[in-house]
């Protein structure tokens, strides 16, 4: 249940939110000291907000967990029927088990200039592909947080997406003209765009998503590019941070299972020291990579971009080649890829 379900006042609400308090879970463990003091009200009034969300808390919760049960034997079929998204690197599909797994968080992070953004755009185009040609015929949300989003980029890939499906064989006229809505124009009116300028909006959109993908039910992929951007920027209080991102990291991990679809997440890269020397390392630290499923690290290689699986619970450490090409993603010129087991 969310803190703007609670009987208070709206202008209460919002200062919940903004403080970093966006579910009643989040409030579950706060002591009335510690939420007079973020909430800058005296201790009295913050216990008489613990004593509502507490009521609704277990009002709302009295038989969700039962209603929710599923056994194990239903888990594994779901995982071998789990639709996926292809990054339209054949390599790159294979490593992650045949593409981007809905229900599922994946981040992706990697030094500037990799290929984050060129990914993003691609499976956004590519979770468009309709479904008699192997896609899921979905549509796709990408929340852009450093302006790194191109229209006209997108427009290319789209139009190769195109090409690809359809062809350019003898008939390609005519399979042209039997998909009507296949079109480079459709694509990118399928893709949802939203550019957030503050970590405020950034959380804000996080809890209208909800709201907003059961309103557009077809949404199957939510891409947000970078998750890290504005927590890097001028943030003094680290306590605040630690509990803005770990409330929205909740947020983002309940929209897979509950809608059937693929969390993108792109990371940046910092600088860690560790056994006497710096090593570079994704952002925002170690209780961060718990919120994803499975941790894909972009890195240079020899000129070539690789694909390495960091974290997955069901998938090997491994790599793989791919390029970024005039079409987009595509299988490297010299077609390998290294098996690398931990």
């Known amino acids: 249940m969310e803190i703007d379900t609670l009987p208070i006042s709206a202008s209460m609400r919002g200062k919940l939110i903004s403080t970093g308090y966006i579910s009643l879970a989040s409030l579950s463990s706060i002591s009335p000291s510690q939420l007079a003091q973020d909430f800058r009200v005296r201790e009295s009034e913050a216990?008489?907000?613990?004593?509502?969300?507490?009521?609704?808390?277990?009002?709302?919760?009295?038989?969700g967990f039962v209603a929710g049960a599923q056994t194990a034997w239903d888990m594994l079929r779901e995982e071998e029927f789990a639709s996926r998204i292809t990054t339209s690197c054949k390599e790159f599909d294979h490593i992650l088990g045949g593409g981007i797994s809905c229900k599922e968080v994946t981040e992706i992070g990697g030094v500037p200039g990799i290929g984050k953004t060129q990914i993003g755009i691609q499976l956004a185009v590519n979770v468009q592909i309709p479904v008699d040609y192997g896609g899921l015929g979905g549509k796709a949300i990408y929340i852009?947080?450093?302006?790194?989003?191109?229209?006209?980029?997108?427009?290319?890939?789209?139009?190769?997406?195109?090409?690809?499906?359809?062809?350019?064989?003898?008939?390609?006229k005519e399979f042209r003209a039997s998909?009507?809505?296949?079109?480079?124009?459709?694509?990118?009116?399928?893709?949802?765009?939203?550019?957030?300028?503050?970590?405020?909006?950034?959380?804000?959109?996080?809890?209208?998503?909800?709201?907003?993908?059961?309103?557009?039910k077809e949404v199957k992929a939510v891409i947000v590019d970078s998750v890290t951007f504005h927590f890097r920027q001028d943030f003094?209080?680290?306590?605040?941070?630690?509990?803005?991102?770990?409330?929205?990291?909740?947020?983002?991990?309940?929209?897979?299972?509950?809608?059937?679809?693929?969390?993108?997440?792109?990371?940046?890269?910092?600088?860690?020291?560790?056994d006497g020397s710096f090593r570079l390392t994704l952002a925002l630290g170690d209780s961060w990579s718990h919120s994803c499923t499975n941790r894909v690290i972009l890195y240079w290689e020899s000129n070539e971009r690789c694909a390495y699986i960091d974290k997955?619970?069901?998938?090997?450490?491994?790599?793989?080649?791919?390029?970024?090409?005039?079409?987009?993603?595509?299988?490297?010129?010299?077609?390998?890829?290294?098996?690398?087991?931990?």
């Open 236 to 274: 003094q209080d680290m306590t605040l941070r630690t509990r803005l991102l770990g409330n929205m990291a909740l947020k983002l991990m309940q929209l897979p299972k509950k809608f059937n679809l693929a969390v993108v997440l792109k990371n940046q890269v910092t600088t860690k020291y560790s």
């Open 179 to 216: 998909q009507p809505k296949l079109s480079a124009k459709n694509l990118l009116g399928d893709i949802f765009y939203f550019r957030v300028c503050s970590y405020t909006e950034q959380i804000a959109l996080v809890n209208y998503l909800e709201k907003f993908i059961s309103e557009h």
């Open 312 to 342: 997955s619970p069901c998938h090997q450490s491994a790599s793989a080649l791919s390029a970024v090409t005039s079409k987009g993603i595509r299988s490297s010129t010299s077609n390998c890829s290294r098996i690398k087991l931990m």
């Open 47 to 63: 216990v008489e907000i613990l004593k509502v969300a507490s009521v609704n808390g277990r009002v709302g919760n009295s038989d």
């Open 144 to 172: 852009d947080t450093e302006g790194s989003f191109m229209v006209e980029r997108a427009l290319q890939i789209a139009e190769a997406c195109v090409e690809d499906l359809l062809g350019k064989g003898t008939a390609w």
